[in-house]
């Protein structure tokens, strides 16, 4: 566990602080809950670069947009230890 991490008691527990902090449910089944969160983009950078570069930036700056990247986490919870894990994915 890393530093400054938050425990969580239950799965509900976690799943709720997850929807408050703005993450998307994906998937959500008895002992597992899959949330998504898009990841930020600072679009002003991308817009100076490309103003910098003669437009040269733009195309890659509308693939970034079109990739939707998004941060996915796999909470589960341990029946057997009473533990909720969650992982990166």
Do not use: C
């Amino acid at each position: 566990m890393a530093s400054g991490e938050i425990t969580y008691k239950t799965l509900k527990q976690a799943k709720i602080a997850y929807a408050i902090a703005g993450w998307s449910i994906d998937l959500e089944e008895e002992d597992l809950v899959i949330v998504s969160k898009q990841k930020e983009m600072s679009h002003i950078i991308h817009a100076i670069v490309s103003i910098l570069t003669g437009f040269l930036w733009a195309p890659i700056w509308i693939a970034l947009i079109l990739r939707k990247p998004e941060i996915r986490k796999v909470i589960s919870f341990n029946e057997k230890t009473k533990t909720v894990n969650i992982l990166d994915r």
